[in-house]
C-alpha cells in the first residue's frame, strides 16, 4: 500500500511558477514509478509527467515539454513537479500517481492516487 499526499498547489499569474510535491508513504517508494496527472473541469484527466522508479527516464507531454521538470527522491519518499512559464490553459486540480513496475501514460495502469492540488493560474 502506498499513501500519496499533494502539496504546493495555488494561485499564480501567467509566466510565473510553482511546484508541487507528493509526499508518499510505505518502505517500497523506489520500486514505484510516480507521475502527475492533471483534470481540468469538463476535461478528462491527462498525463503531464512520469519518471521511473530510479528516476532515471522522465516522459512529458507535449504541452508542457521545456516548461515543467519532474524529479523524485527516493530517500525521501517525496516526488515534485516544477512548474515554470504557467499559462492559463495549465489550471487543473493536480494529481500525484504511483504504480509498481514501469512508468505508463495510461491514468488506469496507476494503482495509487493523492487527493489532488488545485493549480489556478490567472490571464
Known amino acids: 500500500q502506498v499513501q500519496l499526499v499533494e502539496s504546493g498547489g495555488g494561485l499564480v499569474q501567467a509566466g510565473g511558477s510553482l511546484r508541487l510535491s507528493c509526499a508518499a508513504s510505505?518502505?517500497?517508494?523506489?520500486?514505484?514509478?510516480m507521475a502527475w496527472f492533471r483534470q481540468a473541469p469538463g476535461k478528462e484527466r491527462e498525463l503531464v509527467a512520469a519518471?521511473?522508479?530510479?528516476?532515471?527516464?522522465?516522459y512529458y507531454a507535449d504541452f508542457v515539454k521545456g516548461r515543467f521538470t519532474i524529479s523524485r527522491d527516493n530517500a525521501k519518499n517525496t516526488e515534485n513537479l516544477q512548474m515554470n512559464s504557467l499559462k492559463p490553459e495549465d489550471t487543473a486540480v493536480y494529481y500525484c500517481?504511483?504504480?509498481?513496475?514501469?512508468?505508463?501514460?495510461?491514468?488506469?495502469?496507476?494503482?495509487?492516487w493523492g487527493q489532488g492540488t488545485q493549480v489556478t493560474v490567472s490571464s
Open positions: 510505505g518502505r517500497t517508494f523506489s520500486s514505484y514509478a
Open positions: 500517481a504511483a504504480r509498481p513496475g514501469g512508468r505508463s501514460v495510461d491514468p488506469y495502469e496507476y494503482d495509487y
Open positions: 519518471i521511473s522508479a530510479s528516476g532515471a527516464n522522465r
